[in-house]
């Protein structure tokens, strides 16, 4: 009997020790800090004007180019065959280049966003590690990779602030 008492009482303390966590994970969601920090709010904003200045200057160069084709297209019965063709070859070189330009548009502005937004981020990396350290955090998550979560353990607000105050 006294065996059956050491080994329940070895077992209790063993498992009751396992259930008393001390490490302290907290989440936070950065896309509401990038959203919602002045600094990410001007970022975003800068990057949306970039952007509509692009579409501007694409929906321009094919509007140009449309209007090109039904030109050809009014023509193709009243010039001869050759010069038609000739007509067709030029606009879809046009085309091509316009392409082309379209691509290089897209991919400067793909690189100007990430390289605003990774900026951005290595902040809030620095202003997310110096809180870490304060307050012995020993882990911190996206709160997009979380199903669920207690609220008392979401820092985006905190962070938030510190961000806020980090670019004034």
Known sequence: MRNFFI???VIFIFLTSLSHSDEKIVYLDFDFILANSDQGKIILSNLEKKNKENLKILQSKE???KDEEKKIIKQKNIISENAYNDEVKKLKSKIDLFKKDKDKLVNNFNELKKKEINKFVNVVNQILGDYVEK??????????DILMGKNKYNITNVILELVNKSYK
């Open 135 to 144: 307050n012995a955090i020993d882990l911190v998550l996206n709160k997009k």
């Open 63 to 65: 509007k140009i180019l």
């Open 7 to 9: 080994k329940f009482f």
